[in-house]
Every structure is written in C-alpha cells, then in structure tokens.
C-alpha cells in the first residue's frame, strides 16, 4: 500500500546542519565560559536542543547553566546563521508530493527560528514545520509526529500508514512510539543501527528513498492496468 503521508526530520534528512550548530554551539560556550567545548557525542544526535547543552555543561560541572547555555546558542544559531547544506533528493521528493497531493511535513527537535531560516534561505517546499518550542515533550517521545501527522489532517487510524524519515536512534524511537513506519537514512547510524532502532527501510539520502517510491508506484500502477 501505498503511504498516505511522509513526516521528515530536519536535521541530517533534509539538510546537513552539522556545521550550522556546530559553530552556534562553539562560540555560545566560549562566550558563556571562555573555554573549548567538549566534542559533540554521537548518542546526542537528536536530542533536544536543552539535552545538548545540559551535556556540555555537566562536563564541565556547570549544570545549573544549562539553560543560559541553551538560550544563548539559539542566540547565535539565529545571528551568526549559516545556511546549512541540503541534502540530496529533497526537491525531487517534495515536487513528487505536491504534485500527487500527499500530505508532508517537518518535525524537528531544532528550533523553530533555524527551520524558519533554513527554509527560506535555501527555498524548499514545507509548508507544514513544527520546532522543539512545539512539543512538550520532544523526541524521543512521541508527540513530535503525533503534533504534525494531526496537523496534516490525519486521524489515529492512519498512523500504521505514515512513513517518517529519520537520521537518529532518538527520531526512530519517537516515530515508532508513534505507530508510524519509521524509515532510516544514515547519515549519523548504520543500517544495521537504525534497523536495529525499527527502521523498516534504510537509505542513504532521500534520493534513493523517492527513486525506490517512484520505481514502487509505477510498477503498482503497471500491475493494475487491464490488457
């Protein structure tokens, strides 16, 4: 069967951000307490933007600064922007949507004013966001995709019909607490990772996720047609 709707992260599935926040995070922490910053760890990637800064500053036993931390990277993640790169498939994948009038948006644990950005510099087709500002309880809980699928018009029911693209171990658990497909890229995990996580299909970029889609549709279409 054929999906009903596609819900994309952001970070890692439709862009690489990883120099974007990197930097934002870097010169927040140096202005906040004048040192380097620990290396970013693997098992935070997709966490929420507050779970992040929480790690930096337990590492260097400033946990009650987590929050200026957090306020201040958003700061700068907002005026020293840097357009992050996008990822290969995305117009493509968007085009085919639009065109066949299925539902699709974002849900990503980065914050909003970065999505807003980002998708205004970089001028892709998502008219649906939702930012970590959205959700009580962000990734991995499962109200990001819950939030956006009712958002697209979708009811419980359709669910166990939506596919979710997702880069993170964080993502792919809040897109099966959902009830949804979750669908893995790997840009952070492996595939044996992320299909250990519960992702039913894994691709390299969206490219290869829309090619298989197409490539699926028509042969659907072919097998359907009457001689």
Known sequence: ???????????????????????????????????????????????????????????????????????????????????????????????YLSKNKIPFG????ATKQFLKNSVHHLNIDFPTVFGVQDYVKPKPAPE??????KALGFQEDD??????????LTGTTAAKLAGMIPIGITTQYTIEELKKAGSCFVFPTLLEAYTYLTNATAAEDCSNIQL
């Not at 946990?63 to 996008?86: A, G, I, N, S």
């Not at 669910?159 to 993170?168: A, G, I, Q």
Request: hydrophobic share 40%.
């Open 144 to 149: 990001a995709y819950i939030t956006l699928a």
């Open 1 to 95: 069967m054929h999906p009903k709707g596609f819900l994309f992260d952001f970070d890692g599935v439709v862009v690489d951000s990883s120099e974007s926040h990197g930097a934002a995070w870097e010169s927040a922490f140096r202005e906040l307490f004048q040192q380097q910053i620990a290396p970013f760890p693997r098992s935070h990637a997709g966490k929420s933007p507050m779970i992040i800064a929480e790690y930096f500053c337990t590492v260097i036993g400033e946990e009650k600064r987590t929050k200026e931390l957090y306020l201040l990277k958003d700061k700068h993640l907002d005026c020293y922007f840097k357009v992050p790169k996008l990822l290969p498939g995305v117009r493509e994948f968007t085009s």
């Open 106 to 109: 974002i849900a990503s644990n």
């Open 159 to 168: 669910f166990k019909n939506l596919w979710v693209f997702e880069d993170s």
